[in-house]
């Protein structure tokens, strides 16, 4: 399948960590990134779709910053659109070349976009739809967040052309080889997002002998 010329729409993760309010790169980041590089080397015409944080969280910030981050990564001008509602979108898209890059707002502003529905109901909305009239292709590469029923995630599958980005397809390699291999043994679990973590818990604890916590869970349980 040859991107050349397609308006496609990525979804990534370029959910990072701020320090003193600006953010900073991770070993994440730099994958994403490459695939990024990859897609804008094939000739797409790309948009980036990602978030930072969460509603109510002191990291739920604009985009804005890391345009200077891509841009420094990737050596090249990075294209920034605020909203997809209007025509900054579809204008950006009509005026950039081959190759270029559009990084869009944080996509979790839309108050759409975190709706947990199923696809076809998220497919039927007019946010879902207002985006995908721009785009001739989806990817997603956003592993980290692909557990989740939101707009960007099952909504526009449901509607364009779309396929696995290269850490998606890594990611569910291993998931696979994991669930095929495994019998049972230690389930070992960190992070910074409890309900997360207590779900996988809840879903594998019949299959382990131990679960050993570290990190955010295990303080949070203390």
Same mark, same amino acid.
């Given at each position: 399948?040859?991107?050349?010329?397609?308006?496609?729409a990525?979804?990534?993760?370029?959910?990072?960590?701020?320090?003193?309010?600006?953010?900073?790169k991770?070993?994440?980041?730099?994958?994403?990134?490459?695939t990024?590089?990859?897609?804008s080397?094939?000739g797409?015409?790309?948009?980036?779709?990602?978030?930072?944080?969460?509603?109510?969280?002191?990291?739920?910030?604009?985009l804005?910053?890391?345009?200077?981050?891509l841009?420094?990564?990737?050596?090249?001008?990075?294209?920034?659109?605020?909203?997809? @509602? %209007?025509?900054?979108l579809?204008?950006t !898209?009509?005026? *950039?070349?081959?190759?270029? =890059?559009?990084?869009? $707002?944080?996509?979790?502003?839309?108050?759409?976009?975190?709706?947990n529905?199923?696809?076809?109901?998220?497919?039927?909305?007019?946010?879902?739809?207002?985006?995908?009239?721009?785009?001739?292709?989806?990817i997603?590469d956003?592993?980290?967040?692909?557990?989740?029923p939101?707009?960007?995630?099952?909504g526009?599958?449901?509607?364009?052309?779309?396929?696995?980005?290269?850490?998606?397809?890594?990611?569910?390699?291993?998931?696979?080889?994991?669930?095929?291999?495994f019998?049972?043994?230690?389930?070992v @679990? %960190?992070?910074q997002?409890?309900?997360d !973590?207590?779900? *996988?818990?809840?879903?594998? =604890?019949?299959?382990? $002998?131990?679960?050993?916590?570290?990190g955010?869970l295990?303080?949070?349980?203390?």
């Open positions: 399948m040859t991107l050349e010329g397609k308006k496609v990525l979804r990534t993760d370029l959910n990072l960590p701020l320090k003193h309010g600006e953010p900073e991770t070993l994440r980041f730099n994958r994403y990134v490459e990024i590089e990859q897609l080397n094939e797409a015409k790309l948009t980036v779709l990602a978030h930072q944080g969460r509603p109510g969280r002191e990291d739920f910030k604009s804005k910053k890391h345009v200077a981050l841009k420094d990564e990737l050596e090249q001008d990075i294209y920034f659109v605020e909203s997809i @509602l %209007g025509s900054e579809s204008d !898209l009509e005026e *950039i070349s081959e190759g270029d =890059i559009i990084l869009l $707002e944080n996509i979790r502003f839309m108050s759409e976009e975190l709706k529905l199923k696809p076809e109901k998220h497919a039927e909305g007019i946010y879902v739809n207002k985006i995908a009239q721009n785009f001739d292709h989806y997603n956003a592993f980290s967040v692909s557990h989740r939101h707009a960007s995630i099952v526009l599958p449901e509607i364009l052309e779309s396929s696995k980005g290269p850490i998606m397809k890594q990611e569910t390699r291993q998931c696979q080889k994991v669930i095929e291999e019998d049972s043994g230690v389930l @679990l %960190g992070g997002k409890p309900s !973590l207590i779900d *996988i818990i809840k879903t594998n =604890i019949e299959s382990v $002998e131990k679960v050993l916590l570290g955010y295990e303080n949070w349980l203390s």
